[in-house]
């Protein structure tokens, strides 16, 4: 791939993946919906408050760092949730943080 063309493809990544876990955590928090497991009703925004905040803030380029390890606990902390509650597909976390991890490097781009 060429240089200039890495030079598009991080930024759009980043954007892309910022965008859609920021859609996928205010769908998750502000649903009304029964939740899975029979959990409580505060329980969406207490885990997708925090997860809206770090996509935002991975969005943000002075802040792109501090949201993109924050993104990066969330997934971890998200996967040790479906797993124990017997969810063993994690892929799309396992994608999202590959994503995040490959355009948080300083040199990725604007």
């Known amino acids: 791939m060429s ?7 991080i930024p759009v990544l980043r954007w892309t993946v910022g965008l859609v876990v920021l859609y996928q955590s205010c769908r998750f928090a502000l649903s009304h919906g029964p939740i899975h497991g029979g ?5 969406r925004p207490v885990l997708g408050g925090p997860e ?6 991975f969005l943000v380029p002075p802040t792109r760092t501090v949201g993109g390890y924050l ?4 997934f971890a902390l998200a996967i040790v949730i479906h797993v124990l509650h017997g969810d063993y597909d ?10 995040v ?6 040199d990725s781009g604007a």
């Open 90 to 99: 994690v892929s799309v976390l396992l994608l999202y943080a590959a994503a």
């Open 101 to 106: 991890l490959a355009t948080m490097h300083k």
């Open 52 to 57: 809206i905040l770090a996509a935002v803030l």
């Open 71 to 74: 993104l990066l606990v969330i």
């Open 3 to 9: 240089g200039q063309t890495w030079k598009f493809a």
């Open 39 to 43: 959990l409580p009703l505060w329980i």
